[in-house]
């Protein structure tokens, strides 16, 4: 059974062609927000494995990535110049 990573859903989202609206409107699932918080948690409470360290810091790096597209998205979106 293959579980999936928090992280991959954003990989998915991005590989499958995006236009500003779309990046703008982005919002991990429900199941994704979960994980993350249990990782959050564990990390507090138990430590992580390895496995679950990565996994987490590829999705702490994917997030900020997606904040940045999504405020550059709102701009593109707006009409307003970017650079």
Not at 1 to 13: G, N, P, R, S
Not at 36 to 63: A, C, I, N, P
């Amino acid at each position: 059974m293959h579980t999936l990573k928090a992280y991959e859903e954003v990989v998915d989202f991005i590989a499958s062609g995006t236009n500003p609206d779309t990046v703008a409107a982005f919002k991990p699932s429900d199941a994704v927000r979960e994980r993350v918080r249990d990782l959050l948690y564990f990390e507090k409470t138990k430590g992580l494995t390895l496995e679950e360290t990565s996994e987490l810091d590829h999705y702490m790096q994917l997030e900020h990535l997606m904040r940045l597209a999504k405020a550059r998205a709102r701009k593109y979106a707006s009409g307003k110049q970017i650079h």
